[in-house]
């Protein structure tokens, strides 16, 4: 039963990549598959990763298109202060 819902899920998923894409929206992501890590990013149980490369303009505009959105970063936030310049590594 799991798998069939997953792959139900991932067809949602691919439908939905469809419709942003169409505009120009999306056409940079990678979909990761159910609880597996996406980028050595951790994937919590039953749920499906997605990396978009194009920042949040494609996730905002899917929740104006009615589609749930839910932004989470992908492993903190710090305080600016704390972040060196690249040229100091």
Same mark, same amino acid.
């Given at each position: /039963? =799991?798998? *069939?819902?997953?792959?139900?899920?991932?067809?949602?998923? &691919?439908?939905?990549?469809?419709? %942003?894409? &169409?505009?120009?929206?999306? !056409?940079?992501? +990678? +979909?990761?598959? &159910?609880?597996?890590p $996406?980028?050595? $990013?951790?994937?919590?149980? !039953?749920? $499906?990763?997605?990396? %978009?490369? @194009?920042? %949040?303009?494609?996730?905002? @505009?899917?929740?104006?298109?009615? =589609?749930? +959105?839910? !932004?989470?970063? /992908?492993? #903190? +936030? /710090?305080?600016? #202060? *704390?972040?060196? @310049?690249?040229? @100091?590594?």
């Amino acid at each position: /039963m =799991i798998g *069939q819902e997953t792959h139900e899920v991932e067809r949602k998923i &691919a439908a939905i990549l469809e419709r %942003l894409k &169409a505009p120009g929206l999306c !056409n940079l992501f +990678v +979909v990761g598959k &159910a609880t597996e890590p $996406i980028c050595e $990013i951790p994937v919590s149980s !039953n749920k $499906i990763g997605l990396i %978009l490369f @194009s920042g %949040l303009n494609p996730a905002a @505009s899917a929740a104006e298109e009615n =589609i749930t +959105v839910i !932004n989470k970063a /992908m492993s #903190g +936030v /710090m305080d600016i #202060g *704390q972040l060196r @310049s690249f040229k @100091s590594l």
